[in-house]
């Protein structure tokens, strides 16, 4: 039997995936449960990988000729009531504001008290408190189109939480847009899909999906609901990302009209588009090993960490300040505009270097007494194995670590490119459909197939069926896949092109 | 009898200085009511200013060691009462979530439903949230000090209403640190009021006094607040922004401990401090003026517009293209390290001058046929009257326009510091206290003799009859304030220091 590897994590993904999952979030120091049921704590490791994510999507929100803006946190009940879809797809999630104080009851513990006329709900998502103030904007078609966006919290009330991926606060940014026409509509929804898509491989090295949402698993209220789905390394679909074609639906529920050229009154047409604090639960499934965490050079809250050895107290002061003037000379080097981020651990634990292993830093650099005399440091890099390293003259990894970064990022591209090949097969056959599906390994039974392009009907009772029998539904309609003649995989109907099934977040 | 100018605001602020302030918000088109009580919708022009004073406020507080992180938005009513003095501060202003779900009733309306065992606050602070994080955090001297900020919505349920000045829910920054001793924590507290203070004059232009509340205006829980209180134009005070040393106050309520270096158990020292929207309202009422907003160069969203003058034919297109490349080179310009601001408005409406001076953009430039011949511009700064312009050879305005953005930056700081001198005065008996704070003008009831200067016996009575008497309180005992011998300016017993005594929002 073949030695066990340590590794720093425990459970491994394949002993227990969910578990492992959690594990990863607490040994990087990412989030951690609150007292709050279902809410978490984003501590500043996670929470700068958010601020990552933030800047750089506000870069392109704003280069697509979106602007911020800020609306309310409470809805009116009377708002969610105008949109039918919207609220029956909403309304077992909301928290609702009742009262508006606290006073001491007789056993001297605090009630509330000051009950409001009209109860206020936490939005569940903002189109019905938007587009209140986007009737009031839209009176010509001169004042359009609208195109803003807002950084937000958002509660909805989830009866099983996991950190990042399902929790009943969480943070995200909502576009929400208004148009003279449907073909500017359509076109905004596309666009933000694909500034999605971009964001997603660019950044997060995370390979997805475009497509478009059955009827099924559509927003509440939308005509249209296109995604990215990313494969997850348990081979799960994470739904990372939608854009939402609205139709007329949200601009009739809120009376967004407006005379148009030829001097008629009529509805707007409206989207709205979302990514949010979910992306770091992708990240994590999509890069991280039995070690822990591995950050894409791109978003990583720094890039490198510099680990000087310290044990001799005879080279100690050398070796700090010759550790102090490389960090110096690193942050002068530009990496993706910005100034390369540089850690330096003057700590002298014996987990120290296990820590940067855990929390994903790209490079890990060591300074030790004898690499002085050479003028050259050790580099380990967190694509590779923890113990593969290697020495360079200093100059020449200062001269050469935006070329490494460079490489770390589009190899992690493509290690999950060909993780998501791997993993995903056109099936043809129902019984050969429902043993991919199956898991093969009663230890993990998480662990399936993976992604099934198959054919489909095109009928809701199709995706009840394999969603009862195998708790799998149709990822979505991909926008490039071809058209092909086929028959339904599960019923052997005519059907025009494929579809993506899988099991998913 | 004169003339009267046309302003842009009507009415002005001698007019109707509440007023004049809601005029100037709308006109510049930064925030408006929302259907929902006491809540503001922040617009685009507004949020490009907060996002200003955000991403500058971070970059000091990175600077000073900190990192943000993010806490839930909802307390646990058992939280809430932990700390005696914190909920009688809050108890009558917090909105409750008692339920989590929405059911249509029998008339078909929505009702709340699923009642929450424990009911949730949605936080008014901080404070007690993050307590019960630190708690779990901090075990040895080695953790400490925890050095975190949290940008968040916050939400006090207040009775009356004023945009960016007090509004149910608002956008703010909390500092939360833990600190192994009292001096630690005590330092880090005048660091942040120091880092606010900076803030306040060197990027909003905004002369702020550094001084610390009486016990009477203290935040509920704390053993000492530090604030920066500001001069507006209606000679009231606005409090900017409060540091608070809290002791181990909120450590005993939270059960903060932790080993210390001798290996005894004891509670940490802990420290908050925040700054919020308000510092807009703050922003407004300092510079603002007859035609609405101006803004310190160093906050706009924009430092420059262009307006091409376009309505001869024949000269259009050059007139356009010459605006797009002068465009283009004044956004090569560097303007406190990034790209200059400049907004090109092609709009050809009779108001589209006025609508760039209400909204407060430092220069206004102007270029007609006429100048393209010379290679010339014209320039309006919106710190001088709105006709005073001047012509400037194009690469001249280009190269010198960082000084002149700079001219008007320490201007516009100069006339704030003016104005609050000449209505700051030394008052020494009660008569001419009484005279000082009772307005002189029938009409316009608000203005009155601004900050006095003022010995004072210490004691809360004394508070108490002028708030009564004249609206009037202690804002602050500034920090810089030389000790000397004088008696109280009510009650004539003796005191060591003057404090500031003025009328607030």
Not at 97 to 103: C, I, M, N, S, Y
Not at 372 to 386: E, H, I, K, N, T
Request: glycine fraction near 8%.
């Amino acid at each position: 039997m073949a030695e066990k590897i340590k590794t720093a994590i425990t459970p491994t993904r394949a002993e227990n995936y969910p578990e492992w999952y959690q594990q990863v979030i607490k040994a990087a120091d990412l989030a951690e449960q609150s007292p709050v049921r279902g809410c978490m704590v984003i501590k500043p490791w996670g929470y700068a990988l958010w601020e990552n994510i933030q800047r750089v999507l506000d870069g392109m929100f704003k280069a697509t000729g979106h602007r911020n803006a800020y609306f309310p946190l409470f809805i009116p009940l009377s708002f969610m009531e105008k949109e039918a879809a919207h609220v029956e797809g909403f309304a077992k999630e909301c928290a609702v504001v009742t009262h508006h104080r606290l006073e001491a009851g007789p056993d001297g513990k605090l009630i509330p008290t000051g009950e409001l006329e009209e109860p206020l709900v936490v939005r569940p998502t903002s189109e019905t408190i938007i587009g209140a103030s986007y009737s009031k904007w839209v009176q010509s078609y001169r004042d359009l189109p609208i195109l803003i966006n807002q950084w937000a919290n958002i509660v909805r009330w989830e009866m099983r939480t996991r950190m990042f991926l399902r929790t009943t606060e969480f943070l995200w940014q909502e576009g929400h847009t208004a148009h003279a026409t449907e073909q500017e509509a359509r076109e905004e929804t596309a666009r933000m899909l694909r500034v999605y898509a971009d964001f997603a491989e660019q950044f997060m090295a995370m390979p997805v999906i475009c497509g478009e949402k059955t009827a099924n698993e559509r927003f509440p209220g939308a005509v249209t609901t296109y995604c990215i789905e990313a494969m997850m390394q348990d081979r799960k679909a994470l739904q990372s990302g939608t854009s939402h074609f609205l139709g007329q639906n949200f601009a009739k529920a809120s009376d967004i009209k407006f005379l148009d050229a030829a001097g008629q009154t009529v509805f707007a047409w409206t989207t709205s588009w979302g990514v949010s604090t979910r992306l770091i639960g992708g990240l994590i499934m999509t890069h991280g090993d039995d070690d822990g965490l591995i950050l894409p050079p791109r978003l990583a809250p720094a890039q490198v960490v510099i680990l000087p050895v310290l044990h001799k107290e005879e080279s100690r002061a050398e070796v700090l300040a010759y550790c102090h003037k490389l960090a110096a000379e690193l942050r002068e080097v530009q990496y993706d505009g910005r100034p390369l981020g540089v850690e330096l651990d003057v700590s002298e634990g014996r987990e120290r270097n296990w820590t940067w292993v855990k929390k994903g830093v790209p490079l890990r650099v060591e300074v030790g007494p004898r690499d002085l005399a050479a003028d050259s440091v050790f580099v380990a890099r967190r694509d590779r194995g923890a113990k593969d390293k290697f020495g360079q003259k200093r100059a020449e990894f200062v001269a050469g670590v935006v070329g490494l970064l460079g490489e770390i990022q589009a190899g992690l591209l493509e290690r999950a490119k060909s993780f998501r090949a791997a993993n995903t097969v056109r099936i043809d056959s129902k019984d050969e459909f429902y043993s991919f599906f199956t898991p093969k390994n009663a230890e993990n039974p998480e662990i399936h197939g993976g992604f099934a392009l198959c054919h489909w009907n095109g009928e809701g009772a199709v995706e009840e069926q394999v969603k009862n029998d195998l708790n799998v539904t149709i990822r979505c309609i991909p926008l490039d896949g071809p058209e092909e003649e086929g028959r339904c995989v599960i019923t052997g109907q005519p059907s025009r092109r494929r579809v993506i099934f899988g099991k998913s977040y």
